[in-house]
T-cell receptor, first 111, second 115 residues
Framework: DAKTTQPPSMDCAEGRAANLPCNHS???????VYWYRQIHSQGPQYIIH???NNETNEMASLIITEDRKSSTLILPHATLRDTAVYYC????????????FGQGTELSVKP | GAGVSQSPRYKVAKRGQDVALRCDPI?????LFWYQQALGQGPEFLTY????????KSGLPSDRFFAERPEGSVSTLKIQRTQQEDSAVYLC?????????????FGQGTRLTVV
């Protein structure tokens, strides 16, 4: 499966953009990149996903490099409520497409 | 309801006791997943249903763990003869279609403590 690598932790000032990187150098051509986040004591929450093109929704933007070996999740104006663990996941076709969570990035948004 | 509902939210079991955890997925969702999350760790996959068929149970840690979804909607995760290492949050998720190009919606989880 396409293993992902994320920094274990990051800080961001409130109101600034949070840019969370993810490496997935072994991704296959038809595998999507998904981002979820988990706020303390809650279930994971879907944020965004993409295949090749950059994607944007009301929560975030996803920038995928042209070679698809890495991506960046952008929270344009981080708030204290965005403090959470962020998971970058590439569901593998050869594993039935199930979500395999790694350790994620613990994002702390500070006032 | 609007989201995935799990019950109970909290369960304390004595070692050796059997427990049953319930998941009500979003109505009409084809896929249902169970995950186990130990303290400080990411969720770990347990099993996957497509409608009533259990297509993947590769993550179930032992034969004490059993899951079912008999009518393709509500699912139950049963743990027999609970042990202390079973203490974790058990998460259920559902998605409209079969993976991989489909987002999953998670419930709040059931926190199981085995004493």
């Amino acid at each position: 499966d396409a293993k992902t690598t994320q920094p274990p932790s990051m800080d961001c000032a409130e109101g600034r953009a949070a840019n969370l990187p993810c490496n997935h150098s072994t991704i296959s051509g038809n595998e999507y990149v998904y981002w979820y986040r988990q706020i303390h004591s809650q279930g994971p929450q879907y944020i965004i996903h993409g295949l090749k093109n950059n994607e944007t929704n009301e929560m975030a933007s996803l920038i995928i490099t042209e070679d698809r070996k890495s991506s960046t999740l952008i929270l344009p104006h981080a708030t204290l409520r965005d403090t959470a663990v962020y998971y970058c996941i590439v569901p593998a076709y050869n594993q039935g497409g199930k979500l395999i969570f790694g350790q994620g990035t613990e994002l702390s948004v500070k006032p | 309801g609007a989201g995935v509902s799990q019950s109970p939210r909290y369960k304390v079991a004595k070692r050796g006791q059997d427990v049953a955890l319930r998941c009500d997925p979003i109505s009409g969702h084809v896929s249902l997943f169970w995950y186990q999350q130990a303290l400080g760790q990411g969720p770990e996959f347990l099993t996957y249903f497509q409608n009533e068929a259990q297509l993947d149970k590769s993550g179930l840690p032992s034969d004490r763990f059993f899951a079912e979804r008999p009518e393709g909607s509500v699912s139950t995760l049963k743990i027999q003869r609970t042990q202390q290492e079973d203490s974790a949050v058990y998460l259920c998720a559902s998605s409209l279609w079969a993976p991989p190009n489909t987002e999953a919606f998670f419930g709040q989880g059931t926190r199981l403590t085995v004493v």
